[in-house]
């Protein structure tokens, strides 16, 4: 009989992609082990988790957790703890602070996770899952006669390309169902992509770099043939590329090009991803606009020279973020964007500048702009910072971390009230663009607005209008 796997995502958000890094393990150890009965429980679309769990009477459980749904975890792990069989947490937030491992859990998987995750399986299925053996299995932690162990670490994965292409069965079917695409104009089915692990820079709010430790890719071909499979198995006409720097180099998309017409898909599929403001000029533009690139998203992060200076590490000024917005419209690209508000050492006027900023963008047409509370996320920069002012420690309330955590904005060092009220004109500011946003669609595809309206009139209202008074 197989061994059955339970694999748990507690995000929710139905306008977010599928759990692909749980999909990434599911399809490794069917390619490596086979006979694995492996099922997704997806927080999007499974409302009693554990009680579903239960029912399927798993040998196995995994759950996967950022930091501020950490708690969750620790609660769902608890409820199905009297099941008695392993539970492992595996993730960003236990591989950034494994001191944080509650008992709850049986193993915490550190770091990148496929071949930790075989090795777990294999001593299952072997009926040797001891301290013994699990002091053999590198990157994970436990629990042994109350004190915490933590193995060897695991190297990364050298070749990307020795992952299989994740296979979305795992993932609901409801993923795959059309929905608008404001970029597009149209109905689209969305795909999602991977095609890196890693990044080349060290902002002082990301922990992306020392999660990943070094930046890896996966070959032109292999992301080619990957498009390939979603949209012939999926239908998929628009795929979202989650790297943190998907366009890293000209030389990347130039390979990228000539292989997705190798596999004649040049053209029949849209992108959206992440560039970076320093590395855009016209080639770079031109080159994403032969790929079919729809919509960019930058991190802006502030309009403050300075506090950017500190943010970036200096690696990118307010000019390169206005250039990079200017140049991408003059491409035809949706430009979306961040900022982030109460960073440590930030004032009140580098927070006008951050407004002014905003303003700019407008009268430049980006498209949309939303704002974030800086937030202390672990193994960053801004996490050390949080721990000696002791806001934040290694068995804490996850919940307060958060980008829309207004009353526990963790890092500014102005009052309170006066970056509540700042926060709040950034948000008022952010509607706007939303608005501009809904109505440039509208004007330019009113009768398929129209249409979407007529199909579903109150999912459409709370999509486009209560949203934007919610945020």
Same mark, same amino acid.
């Given at each position: 009989?197989?061994?059955?796997?339970?694999?748990?995502?507690?995000?929710?958000?139905?306008?977010?992609?599928?759990?692909?890094?749980?999909?990434?393990?599911?399809? %490794?150890?069917?390619?490596?082990?086979?006979?694995? &009965?492996?099922?997704?429980?997806?927080?999007?679309?499974?409302?009693?988790?554990?009680?579903?769990?239960?029912?399927?009477?798993?040998?196995? #459980?995994?759950?996967?957790?950022?930091?501020?749904? %950490?708690?969750?975890?620790?609660?769902?792990?608890?409820?199905?703890?009297?099941?008695?069989?392993?539970?492992?947490?595996?993730?960003?937030?236990?591989?950034?602070?494994?001191?944080?491992?509650?008992?709850?859990?049986? #193993?915490?998987?550190?770091? *990148?996770?496929?071949?930790?995750?075989? =090795?777990?399986?294999? @001593?299952?299925?072997?009926?040797?899952?001891?301290?013994?053996?699990?002091?053999?299995?590198?990157?994970?932690?436990?629990?042994?006669?109350?004190?915490?162990?933590?193995?060897?670490?695991?190297?990364?994965?050298?070749?990307? &390309?020795?992952?299989?292409?994740?296979?979305?069965?795992?993932?609901?079917?409801?993923?795959?169902?059309?929905?608008?695409?404001?970029?597009?104009?149209?109905?689209?089915?969305?795909?999602?992509?991977?095609?890196?692990?890693?990044?080349?820079?060290?902002?002082?709010?990301?922990?992306?770099?020392?999660?990943?430790?070094?930046?890896?890719?996966?070959?032109?071909?292999?992301?080619?043939?990957?498009?390939? %499979?979603?949209?012939?198995? %999926? $239908?998929?006409?628009?795929?979202?590329?989650?790297?943190?720097?998907?366009?890293?180099?000209? &030389?990347?998309?130039?390979?990228?090009?000539?292989?997705?017409?190798?596999?004649?898909?040049?053209?029949?599929?849209?992108?959206?991803?992440?560039?970076?403001?320093?590395?855009?000029?016209?080639?770079?533009?031109?080159?994403?606009?032969?790929?079919?690139?729809?919509?960019?998203?930058?991190?802006?992060?502030?309009?403050?020279?300075?506090?950017?200076?500190? @943010?970036?590490?200096?690696?990118?000024?307010?000019?390169?973020?206005?250039?990079?917005?200017?140049?991408?419209?003059?491409?035809?690209?949706?430009?979306? $964007?961040?900022?982030?508000?109460?960073?440590?050492? *930030?004032?009140?006027?580098?927070?006008?500048?951050?407004?002014?900023?905003?303003?700019?963008? +407008?009268?430049?047409?980006?498209?949309?702009?939303?704002?974030?509370?800086?937030?202390?996320?672990?193994?960053?920069?801004?996490? &050390?910072?949080?721990?000696?002012?002791?806001?934040?420690?290694?068995?804490?309330?996850?919940?307060?971390?958060?980008?829309?955590?207004?009353?526990?904005?963790?890092?500014?060092?102005?009052?309170?009230?006066?970056?509540? =009220?700042?926060?709040?004109?950034?948000?008022? +500011?952010?509607?706007?663009?939303?608005?501009?946003?809904?109505?440039?669609?509208?004007? =330019?595809?009113?009768?398929?607005?129209?249409?979407?309206?007529?199909?579903?009139?109150?999912?459409?209202?709370?999509?486009?209008?209560?949203?934007?008074?919610?945020?």
């Amino acid at each position: 009989m197989a061994l059955k796997l339970a694999l748990i995502s507690l995000q929710e958000d139905s306008d977010r992609a599928p759990p692909l890094g749980l999909v990434y393990l599911a399809t %490794y150890l069917d390619k490596k082990l086979g006979g694995i &009965d492996t099922k997704m429980f997806d927080a999007n679309f499974d409302k009693d988790i554990p009680k579903e769990v239960s029912r399927f009477k798993p040998d196995m #459980i995994g759950i996967s957790a950022m930091t501020v749904l %950490y708690s969750k975890a620790v609660e769902c792990a608890a409820k199905l703890k009297k099941l008695g069989v392993p539970i492992f947490i595996g993730g960003v937030h236990i591989s950034t602070l494994p001191g944080s491992l509650n008992k709850v859990f049986d #193993i915490g998987i550190i770091g *990148e996770g496929e071949e930790t995750l075989k =090795e777990l399986v294999e @001593l299952v299925l072997k009926n040797k899952f001891s301290c013994k053996n699990l002091k053999k299995v590198k990157g994970i932690e436990f629990y042994y006669k109350n004190k915490l162990i933590r193995t060897q670490d695991r190297p990364p994965i050298r070749n990307l &390309d020795d992952i299989p292409i994740p296979n979305l069965d795992y993932a609901d079917k409801r993923y795959f169902l059309p929905r608008e695409n404001l970029s597009a104009g149209k109905m689209c089915i969305f795909g999602i992509m991977i095609t890196s692990r890693g990044c080349l820079y060290r902002c002082v709010f990301c922990s992306t770099s020392r999660f990943w430790k070094t930046i890896r890719f996966n070959s032109a071909d292999y992301v080619a043939k990957n498009v390939k %499979y979603q949209i012939e198995r %999926y $239908g998929v006409n628009h795929v979202d590329v989650l790297d943190d720097l998907f366009t890293v180099s000209k &030389d990347r998309l130039r390979e990228l090009i000539k292989a997705f017409k190798k596999e004649g898909i040049l053209g029949k599929v849209s992108f959206s991803c992440q560039p970076r403001a320093n590395l855009i000029d016209e080639e770079m533009c031109r080159l994403m606009k032969a790929l079919n690139v729809k919509s960019v998203n930058f991190g802006f992060e502030s309009g403050s020279e300075r506090i950017l200076n500190i @943010l970036k590490n200096g690696t990118v000024t307010t000019e390169m973020n206005k250039r990079a917005i200017i140049l991408c419209k003059k491409f035809g690209f949706k430009v979306y $964007g961040s900022l982030i508000f109460g960073s440590p050492g *930030e004032t009140i006027e580098d927070m006008k500048e951050t407004l002014n900023f905003m303003d700019w963008c +407008k009268e430049h047409k980006a498209d949309y702009i939303w704002t974030f509370v800086a937030t202390p996320f672990p193994a960053t920069i801004w996490w &050390d910072d949080a721990l000696k002012r002791g806001k934040v420690s290694n068995h804490m309330d996850w919940d307060k971390l958060s980008h829309h955590a207004i009353e526990d904005a963790m890092l500014t060092d102005v009052d309170k009230d006066d970056f509540k =009220e700042i926060f709040k004109i950034s948000r008022e +500011k952010s509607r706007g663009f939303k608005y501009g946003l809904i109505f440039s669609f509208v004007k =330019e595809h009113p009768l398929f607005s129209v249409s979407l309206l007529f199909k579903n009139p109150v999912f459409y209202a709370e999509k486009f209008i209560i949203k934007v008074f919610k945020h």
